[in-house]
């Protein structure tokens, strides 16, 4: 079984999914059956350990969506029982250097492009293939995605950019928006003149996706249209937030 959020991205396509930062297998599976590409694990913000990250990883089996997951940083421990229970991808914040860049690569490839240990029982078993299967294709296989949060990432973005092994670049607005002093405020000037440099370079740049959170379906729409190829849609909690006060809004009026 090859990625098929690899293969979809080489053909051109664009990836949508949500972010999974409640710690219950049921409510993947839920999601898992929505139509979605991927669902992200949170083990950045949320309340999710790794035997947690484990099942919900495992709950995605024998559905459409493939499992990724956000984790701290690009540390070997925090990275390779992730990999090691099957997710396909992980994902990594506040990328601000071409150091750290290079550390997300060592910890998602084996040797030699990397230096992630040997141990893929269970990732074998999720990915539908014996372990010494599974480690003939690791590396060209699980997706590494860094995350823009900073204005100084997006000055070193050139640097970034360069370091060979990275899949996806996230231009995330939101802790952006707070580096630069506007907080939430999505359509401020600055904000914008920083996001659309920073799409520029990544889309200038061959092989790698652009990545991105959307507000709205219009919005995915136009991002789609303007050559993200992988678009955040929103979380679980914040689709069961708004979905019980609309219902609770249209009762009472």
């Given at each position: 079984m090859?990625?098929?959020?690899?293969q979809r991205l080489a053909e051109g396509q664009s990836i949508l999914g949500y972010l999974a930062s409640i710690p219950s297998v049921q409510l993947v599976q839920v999601m898992a059956r929505s139509g979605v590409d991927w669902l992200m694990i949170d083990m950045?913000?949320?309340?999710?350990g790794i035997e947690t990250a484990?099942?919900?990883?495992a709950a995605t089996s024998g559905t459409p969506a493939t499992p990724i997951v956000r984790v701290p940083g690009p540390l070997s421990d925090l990275v390779k029982p992730?990999?090691?229970?099957?997710?396909?991808?992980?994902a990594f914040p506040q990328i601000a250097t071409r150091e750290e860049a290079q550390a997300t690569v060592r910890a998602v490839r084996y040797a030699p492009q990397g230096r992630r240990g040997y141990g893929p029982t269970y990732a074998g078993l999720r990915w539908g293939m014996p372990s010494l299967e599974y480690h003939k294709i690791a590396n060209d296989n699980v997706?590494?995605?860094?995350l823009i949060e900073s204005l100084d990432g997006i000055e070193a973005l050139d640097d970034i950019l360069a370091v060979e092994g990275i899949d996806i670049v996230v231009v995330a607005r939101g802790d952006l928006s707070e580096n630069l002093g506007v907080a939430g405020q999505f359509?401020?000037?600055?904000?914008?003149e920083v996001v659309v440099r920073a799409e520029a370079a990544i889309l200038a740049r061959k092989g790698v996706a652009l990545g991105g959170i959307a507000f709205s379906p219009d919005e995915a729409k136009a991002m789609i249209g303007r050559g993200y190829r992988f678009v955040v849609l929103g979380s679980d909690a914040g689709l069961l937030g708004s979905t019980a006060a609309a219902a609770l809004k249209a009762i009472r009026g």
């Open positions: 090859i990625n098929p959020l690899k950045e913000h949320a309340p999710i484990a099942a919900m990883i992730v990999l090691d229970s099957g997710a396909f991808g992980v997706l590494n995605i860094v359509d401020h000037p600055r904000l914008r």
